[in-house]
């Protein structure tokens, strides 16, 4: 039974590993309790972001929360220091989740009637994702007909809601209303993680809009007879994954393409290049007008450092193919890089994945860079699906994501994009210390 039990729970964790749930905390005593709610879901893999109401920062300070997340939290998306203007619409739109633990009543008010006067409210009113509230407050109020009415009509609107406790109050009196204990908040959580099964994807999401993407895809080909030639097992699909997953975010997506096995997605602008060399000079042109760079392309490291202008003949003794490096193309536009130029690059590794995917990123001077083990079941060249972990030249720890569709691990890249837009410029720290 009990392995089992623990056998589910791994299986849980490893579903929602990688999910991201937004944690709004609202004022009540119990605020304190959505620390360890956090940490809960953190232990099961998820990213969170935190938002609070101005009453909650009365209870416990953001940088509690900040501390724990390692990210901003947000209680005024209108604040100087607040990086993304449109935050409660982005912020949203890009979580799997919305749980709002504690939940007051004035907060279930407000949600009910759709009052959007601060970011936790607006946040509710954009929110795309599934919705968990955990109630708490002091017992009269919960038991009032005003608050049973609006979680009625919250239920009814589709919430989910982890009922309070009943027990003794920080106000003294004893009865229903005692915030539920943080790990069945974070069971219920994950419970709605993993039914919602794939990633959730904001269908209305907008937040590349503006951005103008550059993707290398496929694999190159290095000539070395008029028949024959230098390439790799790679079949496009993840490069084509990126464009439509930019297309769909509202980005302007150019894609050069080496040679390809799959579809390319309807819309996207499309550049052929075999060879290293095309595809440099392809890349060459495009880069001043881009703002976004990803080389998810399989490109040679060598060709040959003469192609036979007529088919090699056969002989009886051995063949012998000299070779010469081919330009890397993601390290020269990373060298000669404008302003405002992300520059996202993908490690392709059999071992040590991620020592080698952080050497390539601060050698190369990448903001961003995906790792995919092309030796693991289900991830890397010619398959449907992909086992991805990003690091960014800006946090420490990389994210390690499970195993999932090319379109999502897609979508987790340009997560990764859109978060980068808005840190802060660090490029120099990077830059400074090669
Ligand atoms: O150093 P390595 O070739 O493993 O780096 C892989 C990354 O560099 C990928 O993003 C790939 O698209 C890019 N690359 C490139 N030009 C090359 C070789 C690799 O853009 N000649």
Known sequence: MSSSLSEESTLTTTRVSGMRVALAVSGGIAAYKAAEVLRGLQRAGCRVRVAMTERATEFVTPLTFRALSGEHVIVDDYAPDNPDPIAHITFS?????????????????????????????????????????????????????????????????????????????ACGTIGPGRLSDPALIVAAALDILSQTGAHHVAPHLNDLAGERVLITAGATREEIDPVRFLSNRSSGRMGYALAEAALARGAEVTVVAGVTTVQPPADV?????????????????????????????????????????????????????????????????????????????FAAETEDMLRHARE????????????????????????????????AHDRETPIELPLMSKLEAAHRVLDEVARLRRA???REIISANP
């Open 269 to 345: 602008r499309l550049m052929r290049a075999t060879s290293a060399a095309e595809m440099h000079a392809a890349v060459s042109g495009e880069i001043e007008k881009t703002t976004v760079f990803i080389a998810a392309a399989a490109v040679s490291d060598y060709r040959p450092a003469t192609r036979a202008a007529n088919k090699l003949k056969k002989s009886q003794s051995n063949l012998t193919l000299t070779l010469e490096p081919t330009p890397d193309i993601l390290a020269d536009v990373a060298d000669r890089r404008h302003d405002g130029l992300l520059v996202i690059g």
């Open 93 to 169: 739109q890009t979580v799997d989740l919305l749980l709002v633990a504690p939940a007051t009543a004035n907060i279930i008010a407000k949600f009910a009637h759709g009052i959007a006067d601060d970011f936790v409210t607006s946040t509710y009113l954009a929110c795309t994702a599934p919705i968990l509230i955990a109630p708490a407050m002091n017992t009269t109020m919960w038991n009032h007909p005003a608050t049973a009415r609006n979680l009625r009509q919250l239920r009814a609107d589709g919430v989910h809601v982890v009922e309070p406790d009943a027990g003794e109050m």
């Open 424 to 426: 802060p410029a660090k």
């Open 360 to 391: 390539k990123l601060t050698r190369k001077r990448l903001d961003a860079i995906v790792a995919n083990d092309v030796a693991g079941d289900g991830a890397g060249f010619d398959t449907e699906t992909n086992v991805i972990s990003l690091l």
